[in-house]
């Protein structure tokens, strides 16, 4: 099932950021991620921080932060759209396991 934890995000983590490049091809993956699904992720999630920044020549990645202020992040280079979404899926699914160990 694409994107299950779609639904969970704002239970499971404090926010969500992205960082990509506006132009590069190593974003492309990323830009189209957002592109196809924020309006979903944030209706969905309406109070939820799901932040995206642009920079020219920026490294994509994901940022996510969990409970106490604890962040993992994961580099998004060269990524497709679909592994961009299992990648967000992955660090949502960490939450638990990152949450309890506080």
Do not use: H, W
């Not at 490049?21 to 309406?46: E, H, M, T, V, W």
């Not at 020549?57 to 280079?77: I, K």
């Amino acid at each position: 099932i694409k994107m299950s934890y779609r639904a969970q995000l704002s239970k499971s983590i404090r926010e969500l950021r992205f960082v990509m490049c506006q132009q590069s091809p190593a974003s492309a993956g990323a830009r189209q991620f957002i592109k196809q699904n924020y309006s979903d992720l944030k209706q969905l999630n309406p109070n939820f921080p799901l932040i995206v920044r642009e920079c020219q020549g920026a490294q994509p990645n994901v940022m996510a932060r969990y409970d106490f202020g604890v962040e993992r992040r994961v580099y998004l280079n060269g990524l497709t759209e679909a592994e961009v979404d299992k990648a967000v899926g992955e660090l949502v699914d960490q939450a638990a396991e990152v949450n309890s160990r506080l």
